[in-house]
């Protein structure tokens, strides 16, 4: 039988059930890391032949020479797992993805602030696009699906349904920014 691996943007557990109960054999979230793709397909090509792991994740985020990250221990607000496992086990790297994340995410957070004041529904569901895949990519999950929710209510004509979105994503933000960045202010 041949093989199919799922690539989507879609990164929530319940997305990846869907695939594999589709008949595929694995699951690669876009935005697609290159050696994360090629290990699927040599994963189900080449069964015989498993790439080496990579680095351990938790050794690579402990060995930061700014100690940024020692306070990530909440999966809830950020797993640095996930983005390792995409951009690999360098701290350095780990570390410029995350606060580009945090960066670009307080702007587009600035825009839909700027979007339920003028009550632009679809502009906040397409900004909760926007960021949805970036969330889900440096492992802010909550984050994502909170995006992934706003956006749906687009569909929905509910604008007060977004008051809440827009602050969890808020407060949700805060609590990432000072895991991101927290140790850089002091």
Do not use: W
């Amino acid at each position: 039988a041949l093989p199919v691996i799922g690539l989507t943007a879609h990164a929530m557990a319940e997305e990846r059930d869907k695939c594999f109960a589709a008949g595929m054999v694995d699951h690669v979230v876009k935005p697609v890391d290159i050696d994360i793709l090629v290990a699927a397909i040599l994963r189900h090509a080449h069964p015989e032949a498993q790439p080496a792991p990579l680095a351990p994740v938790a050794a690579a985020i402990g060995a930061m020479d700014d100690d940024l990250f020692s306070t990530c221990d909440d999966p809830g607000v950020i797993d640095l797992s996930i983005l390792a496992g995409r951009v690999g086990s360098d701290p350095a790297r780990i570390g410029k993805y995350a606060r580009r994340f945090v960066e670009t995410t307080h702007d587009t957070l600035g825009e839909m602030q700027a979007a339920l004041a003028s009550r632009d529904l679809p502009a906040l569901g397409a900004l909760g696009h926007r960021l949805k895949s970036a969330a889900f990519t440096v492992g802010a999950m909550r984050f994502g699906e909170l995006c992934q929710e706003l956006e749906h209510l687009k569909d929905s004509n509910d604008l007060e349904a977004a008051h809440p979105q827009v602050e969890q994503l808020l407060a949700l933000f805060e609590q990432i920014d000072q895991r991101v960045k927290g140790s850089s202010r002091s």
